[in-house]
């Protein structure tokens, strides 16, 4: 999952990208509202945290804008006003959450789960296809009910594709939601992990059917 915070202060900035990257989530910092509203219209991303009060347009601003694009990423504001009517502003001006400073960062993590489940794909902590299972929590993988250690990245990997079950997923969507924007992909770099997930998920259960499948000259599906 791809996150993009939009916060003036470097400090509280680079605090939450450090814990997200620990949940295994890519981060984009942006610490201008007017860069955090370019890379939000240019970029793919599963939720955007975006503070209240920043410099060159403010995350009212923000909001109302992205919405009257049609962007319908996930918003949770991000503030220090706790007054009822700034909560309702926020929210009326297209947000979808609203978290108060200073907050705790499990918290912090709870709302993201909790909007990140939004979409009908998405309505469990727990995702399933055939005998895998992946627990977005705990980051546990099963297969058959034998754990499966993944990397950080292979459990992106396999989270992004679980959460689109039979469909057909282009490279660069992969890349978009899997990797930031500061991470230095080679073309080769989705097959390679592509790669480590079949060894690790498909290879070791040669009596079932595999479940990571190429499309050549499309993408990957994940499919029983």
Request: charge should be neutral; glycine fraction near 6%; charged fraction near 25%.
């Amino acid at each position: 999952m791809r996150i993009l915070v939009v916060e003036d202060e470097h400090r509280i900035a680079n605090s939450i990208k450090k814990g997200l990257q620990l949940e295994k989530y890519a981060v984009d910092l942006a610490y201008t509202g007017t860069d955090g509203y370019d890379l939000a219209v240019t970029e793919e991303y599963d939720l955007i945290l975006l503070d209240l009060m920043l410099p060159g347009m403010d995350g009212i601003q923000i909001c109302m804008k992205l919405r009257q694009k049609q962007i319908h990423t996930p918003i949770l504001m991000l503030t220090a006003k706790s007054q009822t009517d700034d909560k309702i502003e926020g929210l009326d001006s297209g947000a979808d959450d609203y978290l108060t400073k200073p907050f705790s960062f499990e918290e912090l993590l709870a709302r993201i789960r909790a909007l990140i489940r939004r979409p009908p794909n998405s309505l469990s902590n727990i995702l399933t296809i055939g005998d895998i299972s992946l627990n977005t929590l705990n980051f546990e993988v099963k297969r058959q009910n034998k754990p499966i250690t993944l990397s950080g990245k292979e459990f992106s990997l396999l989270e992004y594709l679980m959460r689109h079950p039979g469909q057909i997923i282009k490279k660069d969507q992969i890349i978009n939601h899997v990797w930031d924007y500061e991470s230095n992909i080679l073309p080769n770099t989705v097959e390679v992990y592509i790669k480590k997930l079949r060894q690790k998920i498909d290879n070791p259960f040669p009596k079932q059917k595999p479940l990571i499948h190429t499309v050549r000259g499309f993408g990957y599906k994940i499919s029983n």
